[in-house]
């Protein structure tokens, strides 16, 4: 199983940036998806989360403005961020609970994508 997080870049204060996290491999099936950030000097930080049935949880610094889905059909979670700050730039990291075929339920990590909110 692998993640491949996508669609990070340089942003101005107030722009806007979608990321998406495909998952593939062998899957059964996936639970919880989750996105992660860590910015320089910090500890990685909870951003968002999804289940399959499509509830979600946001940390409270990104509430309003980021908004979570996902594509099960194609195992695949997105981030929509929206108004975005200089305090969000940091590295984007998707983590998801897998199920691989014919295995035991897993977490996986993808391998990050930069997001920097600069003028």
């Known amino acids: 199983v692998q993640l491949q997080a996508s669609g990070g870049g340089l942003v101005q204060p107030g722009g806007s940036l979608r990321l998406s996290c495909a998952a593939s491999g062998s899957i059964f099936s996936i639970n919880t998806m989750t996105w992660y950030r860590q910015a320089p000097g910090k500890q990685r930080e909870l951003v968002a989360a999804i289940t399959s049935g499509g509830s979600t949880n946001y940390a409270d610094s990104v509430k309003g403005r980021f908004t979570i889905s996902r594509d099960n059909a194609k195992n695949t979670m997105y981030l929509e961020m929206n108004s975005l700050k200089p305090e969000d730039t940091a590295v984007y990291y998707c983590?998801?609970?897998?199920?691989?075929?014919?295995?035991?339920?897993?977490?996986?990590w993808g391998q990050g994508t930069l997001v920097t909110v600069s003028s």
């Open positions: 983590y998801a609970y897998v199920k691989p075929v014919g295995s035991m339920w897993s977490g996986y």
